[in-house]
């Protein structure tokens, strides 16, 4: 049967999409009540057809195929992950985004576009207090936003020792030395390889128990250290919410003339949080910083800021060249200068929407309501038989240990329809993950989510 979500023709097409839009986010579909891989394959592939179909039957259809492969992700019981809810704002600026159909390469293919990724540079930048010379490339999320800014890194260190690797490449490079968390996302160690970086440059230094790099460790790797480096440091432990020393990190970098560039991919936002400002504290020493939109800005995917101080270091590295590229003398900047991309969508309108739709304020808010549930989880279940929480909790970020059943009761608590959480492998143990990030979820889901393990355990 049709799911009837889109029954107009195509002259009401975008209306029809809207009304649905409005009955899908207030609708109450469990969060995890999935098909599996073989009925949502059915579903899909229904044959392609040799002549086209009208465009609302499509979507009907899509409607009908996708919805239950959907997870809950914009739902105040959705913990699993660190990913926003994709605010209703940023949503509709998406919308428009996809309806302007613009490609956001070079200034002249989208005047707009690049202006707004301009001032949203600087809204940022005084948001998180970040040097203010920076250069920010609008990527699709943290990890190509590490690779970006471990690109402009790459260059520029190689670049102190006198050797060109944008001009000679890696073949009889100097070895380059990576000094990074053994506890480190494992982004980094993608974006890492993606730039030709193996294991033999990277040396993994010793991280405590919350994840973060153990500051005498990280001296005693660098002593070993010569040649063209680079530091990775960490704001917001995936699984702790643990941060670095910045401050060690930083002066081991200096000592090295190495750059020094943090993954903080949610993290990072503690930064516009004055109650947490204190966990990122001297961040901004850093060369460059990864963060995510669709984290805690709640803008849609995908959307992804590669902060960089040193502007020609990463232009060097991005550079793209050709004539047809046009440039004329009165133009803002081209973004595709400052990413890997050079066609790309526009991510800078829906970034500009949810900062002007959450303001400074709100986005404070947001961070502290985000993790005031952390703690008031953690709060809770110290009163629960059976729950260990196995590091402090500072961030957004729970682990909970329960006793060896964490995949039985995490299977029931999926069960319940009012959450949606996965279980993790961390140092040899699983750990049921809670992460507070989507702007519906705060201190009333973690006393939901407390009440629901609280009767489970009682099994």
Known sequence: MKHSAIPGGESSLLLDVAAYAGRYRDGDKPLDDLAGADVLRRSFDIGLPDKGRPAGDVLADLVDAAEPGIVGATKPGFLSWVIGASHEAGVA???????????????????????????????????????????????????????????????????????????????????????IGADAHVSNRAALRYLGLGKSNIVEVEAGPDGAMLVESLRAAAAHVSGPAIVVAQAGHIHSGAFD?????????????????????????????????????????????????????????????????????????????????????????????????????????????????????????????????????????????????????????????????????????NATGDFFLRTAKWRGQTILRVSFSGHPSGPDTADALADALALILKD
């Open 93 to 179: 600026a998406d919308w428009l985004t996809s309806l302007w159909g613009q490609n956001a390469g070079l200034y002249q293919t989208s005047p707009a576009a690049a202006v707004c990724e301009e001032v949203v540079s600087g809204w940022l930048l005084d948001l998180l207090d970040l040097p203010r010379e920076s250069a920010i490339g609008f990527a699709t999320g943290a990890t190509m936003a590490t690779f970006t800014c471990l690109a402009a890194a790459r260059s520029e260190v190689f670049r102190r020792v006198g050797y060109d690797v944008d001009g000679l490449g890696l073949q009889g490079a100097p070895h380059l030395t990576v000094l």
């Open 245 to 413: 020393d910045f401050a060690a990190a930083a002066e081991v970098a200096r000592e090295l003339n190495a750059w020094l560039h943090v993954d903080g991919a949610f993290g990072l936002w503690a930064r516009s949080a004055p109650a947490r400002r204190h966990l990122a504290e001297h961040v901004e020493l850093a060369d460059s910083w990864a963060v995510d939109g669709h984290k805690w800005l709640q803008t849609p995917y995908d959307s992804g800021f590669a902060i960089v101080r040193h502007p020609a270091a990463v232009q060097r590295a991005m550079a793209k060249e050709a004539g047809y590229l046009n440039h004329a003398s009165g133009d803002g900047h081209n973004p595709s200068g400052l990413v890997p991309e050079l066609s790309r969508r526009a991510r800078g309108f829906a970034a500009w929407a949810m900062l002007q739709t959450l303001g400074r304020d709100g986005i404070t808010q947001l961070v502290e309501r985000h993790c005031a549930a952390a703690a008031r989880l953690a709060q809770r279940c110290r009163d629960i038989a059976g729950v260990e929480i196995p590091h402090p909790v500072v961030l957004n970020q729970v682990a909970l240990t329960l006793g060896g059943r964490e995949q039985e009761v995490c299977d029931r608590l």
